[in-house]
């Protein structure tokens, strides 16, 4: 079974800075593109950002130029560095699969971010 543990979550104000981790057991990360997702109170949850395993990257257009993906495969870990963070950004954060992958491991417990003053 392939077990994700995001870290990282904390609380900042507006402008603030965080960088997310999530470690991944398993083979996963040699396999398939990995990505980040979001979830705010009485939202779906959302793709923020993928890297292929080349690291080749894409974004939302809510974060583009304020977050950057990037992964470490040698340590099953993928990265999200979050820059002029804006109370909109606040939600719990999960990485996973990329959305077109095959196989969608089963969601951890996501790592909260709160942007507030």
């Known amino acids: 079974q392939v077990q994700l543990v995001e870290s990282g979550g904390d609380l900042v104000q507006p402008g603030g800075s965080l960088r997310l981790s999530c470690a991944a057991s398993?083979?996963?990360?040699?396999?398939?593109?990995m990505a980040w997702y979001r979830q705010a109170p009485g939202t779906q949850r959302e793709l923020v950002a993928a890297?292929?395993?080349?690291?080749?990257?894409n974004y939302a257009d809510s974060v583009k130029g304020r977050f950057t993906i990037s992964r470490d495969n040698a340590k099953n870990t993928v990265y999200l560095q979050m820059n002029s963070l804006k109370p909109e950004d606040t939600a719990v954060y999960y990485c996973?699969?990329?959305?077109?992958?095959?196989?969608?491991?089963?969601w951890g417990q996501g790592t909260q971010v709160t942007v507030s003053t």
């Open positions: 890297i292929t395993i080349g690291g080749i990257t």
């Open positions: 996973n699969t990329d959305p077109g992958a095959r196989y969608r491991a089963s």
């Open positions: 398993g083979s996963i990360f040699r396999i398939y593109a």
